[in-house]
């Protein structure tokens, strides 16, 4: 019985061996949030993409502002039936530039200024999104990094239980089930170390692919967030939003936008122009110069530009509907997102004031009683259980912090600075 309790002891340290000193994915180098949003401002393509077309859109208010190329033309009448070209009775060589109703063309050029501003907002959007989806990563992976360190303690508490066992054993006290239940619960304890990192490899890879990084790219422990803390009321939050979010300045360019077109159509009642001179070369007779004037009618086809007149005021009443709409989401999205990160801030104070310390001391208050022999293996297993389960449930609550911090500041529309807070817990296991 002695030599089977010996190999099964044996054998469940070789396997717990072969589980911990497998390659660890984490690497001793820290990575700071700043290097991460630095990399993904520089590199993001959905970030590179919007502000290319932002750039793009620059561009179109020259074009849409300068006027048709003028056209030189070249008219011969009357050619004798030889084709003898210069002996027709005219050669005309004409130069002629269209010239639209003073005013069409700058409305025009405003109206595409407009819509480039819009899009330049727009990037900004995106550069938000990217940019929530970055710390939503780091969070994850500072989170996948301290779950391996609860595993790793956890394992450290089995393996020391185990020794307590094989020695309460080796006295008497104790059966050979509850040296085997020990054993078991170290190869458990391992196996879950294992797990947690290859965790951080998936955590990892997806914060490489936001930061547009190769997907084996390295990259080291998260630094340590800053104390969480809020402002009692998210009423400062919903001001900002307002006057930050490149949402509402998107909007309200395109409320401009439309409201440009409206004057632009309304000029679509005035006629346009053209000019032209001409060299006129005779056969037989003296050269001469000419020349012409002409006039559209828009009133001819009146109903025609009541119709673009109309088409532009709707357009103008659906972007302030739309401005509207967004005010609203904004509003909605702040108060979201506020009472998600309250919520958590209120899991992270109590994991980390009350829970976390109540479950140290009854580890300790357990295993002291353990070796007195005043309790049994079951007890203290749950005691550790429990101990992982605490610490597992703190970092998880700061780790959703981060993360609901990263949709408020993403709600609010720019980087909020945390409030000063006596950081009188750590925010992982200790």
């Known amino acids: ?216 790219a390295a990259l080291g422990m998260p630094e340590d967030p800053a104390p969480p803390a809020l402002p009692p009321t998210s009423a400062t939050f919903l001001e900002q939003a307002l006057r930050d979010r490149p949402e509402v300045a998107a909007r309200d360019a395109a409320v401009a936008r439309e409201t440009t077109a409206t004057r632009l159509a309304e000029k679509g009642y005035l006629p346009d122009f053209e000019v032209s001179v001409g060299r006129f070369l005779n056969s037989g007779e003296p050269n001469g110069f000419g020349a012409m004037a002409s006039m559209t009618v828009p009133l001819a086809w009146k109903g025609k530009y009541d119709a673009g007149v109309a088409e532009a005021k709707a357009k103008v009443l659906a972007a302030e509907a739309d401005r509207r709409r967004t005010v609203d989401e904004i509003r909605r999205d702040v108060e979201q997102a506020y009472l998600r990160a309250r919520t958590a801030l209120v899991q992270h104070d109590l994991f980390g004031g009350t829970h976390v310390p109540h479950a140290e001391q009854a580890l300790r208050v357990t295993e002291a009683a353990y070796v007195a022999g005043e309790t049994d293996l079951g007890t203290m297993l749950e005691t550790v259980r429990n101990v992982e389960r605490v610490h597992l449930e703190h970092v998880t609550a700061t780790a959703d912090f981060e993360k609901a911090y990263a949709d408020l500041e993403r709600a609010v529309g720019a980087e909020l600075p945390r409030a000063p807070r006596p950081a009188a817990r750590r925010t992982h296991h200790d």
């Open 1 to 216: 019985m002695g030599r089977e309790l010996a190999r099964i002891v044996r054998t469940a340290r070789i396997v717990t061996s072969i589980l911990v000193l497998a390659p660890s994915l984490a690497t001793a180098e820290t990575l700071s949030l700043a290097r991460v949003l630095a990399t993904v401002r520089a590199q993001n393509p959905a970030i590179a993409g919007a502000r290319a077309r932002a750039d793009a859109a620059d561009a179109v208010p020259a074009r849409t502002r300068a006027y048709d190329d003028p056209v030189v033309s070249w008219e011969s009448w009357n050619i004798p039936e030889s084709v003898a070209i210069d002996r027709a009775d005219n050669n005309i060589l004409r130069l002629s530039q269209r010239i639209p109703f003073p005013g069409k063309r700058t409305l025009a050029g405003e109206v595409a200024a407009r819509d480039a501003e819009a899009m330049h907002h727009d990037a900004g959007a995106v550069e938000l999104d990217a940019i929530v989806v970055a710390k939503r990563a780091y969070a994850d992976l500072w989170r996948a990094h301290h779950t391996a360190e609860v595993a790793r303690r956890d394992l450290g508490l089995a393996e020391r239980i185990a020794r307590l066992v094989e020695q309460r054993y080796a006295t008497g006290p104790t059966s050979q089930a509850d040296v085997v239940r020990a054993q078991v619960e170290v190869s458990h304890a391992a196996g879950m170390l294992r797990t947690s990192e290859l965790t951080i490899d998936e955590a990892r890879a997806m914060l490489n692919a936001v930061m547009s990084e190769p997907p084996g």
